[in-house]
């Protein structure tokens, strides 16, 4: 089936270090995403790329990072440099067109130890 | 800029009630509007779209129609059930230059009582 998945599912983070989060589609989608859930809250956009080796930043993109080197593939960097990085994380994707959905994965949470 | 602004939360029915979700939103031009639904743990599954004014979206006893004139998208359902408990996203799409974006509401939560 295709889908999107997003690994791991539960992620601890220590002080000063770096996590990287997964996210792999086998839609043939061309644009990916990756949002930041707090709770009670709507979804914000971290960075987004609408083809590969290009991507952009969101609106809370600070502390963040990511690579596009393959269609399939949008990691995420979580920095040291994020002060607040506690949060539940999601992936999405989407063909190039303002009607088409987004289809997102099921999420990863991240705590801080 | 582009807003959604969602009625709060959460939302306690009990089963076979009516269900209504409030959502307005602002936006230029003209925006594709969503409702997004989010079981416990997991991610966000599109539940129905509407892409043009007067559109009516649909799926699994849900309804939302694009209202231009009072820029709206109610989310209705007519007999819930306890399946149904979970949080609801209306969303809809702006623009990134080229790219597109989805900009949510804040989200309500649903909880069907048996």
């Known amino acids: 089936d295709g889908g999107i998945t997003q690994s791991p599912k539960y992620l601890f983070r220590k002080e000063g270090q770096n996590v990287t989060l997964s996210c792999e589609q086998n839609?043939?989608?061309?644009?990916m995403y990756w949002y930041r859930q707090d709770p009670g809250q709507g979804l914000r956009l971290i960075y987004y790329?609408?083809?590969?080796?290009?991507?952009q930043k969101g609106d809370i993109a600070e502390g963040y990072s990511v690579s596009r080197e393959k269609k399939e593939s949008f990691p995420l960097t979580v920095t040291s440099a994020q002060k607040n990085p506690t949060a539940f994380y999601l992936c999405?994707?989407?063909?190039?067109?303002?009607?088409?959905?987004?289809?997102f994965g099921d999420g990863t949470r991240l705590s801080i130890l | 800029g582009d807003s959604v602004t969602q009625m709060e939360g959460p939302v306690t029915l009990s089963e076979e009630a009516f269900l209504t979700i409030n959502c307005t939103y602002t936006a230029t031009g003209y925006p594709s509007l969503f409702w997004y639904v989010q079981y416990p743990g997991e991610g966000l599954q599109l539940l129905l779209k509407a892409t043009k004014a007067d559109d009516k979206g649909s799926n699994k006893g849900f309804e939302a129609t694009y209202r231009k004139e009072t820029t709206s998208f109610h989310l209705e359902k007519g007999s819930v059930q306890v399946s149904d408990s979970a949080v609801y996203f209306c969303?809809?799409?702006?623009?990134?230059?080229?790219?597109?974006?989805?900009?949510f509401g804040s989200g309500t939560q649903l909880t069907v009582l048996p």
């Open positions: 969303a809809l799409t702006t623009n990134l230059g080229s790219a597109r974006q989805l900009t």
């Open positions: 999405a994707s989407s063909m190039r067109h303002q009607n088409q959905p987004q289809h």
């Open positions: 839609l043939n989608h061309d644009a």
């Open positions: 790329s609408q083809i590969v080796n290009d991507f």
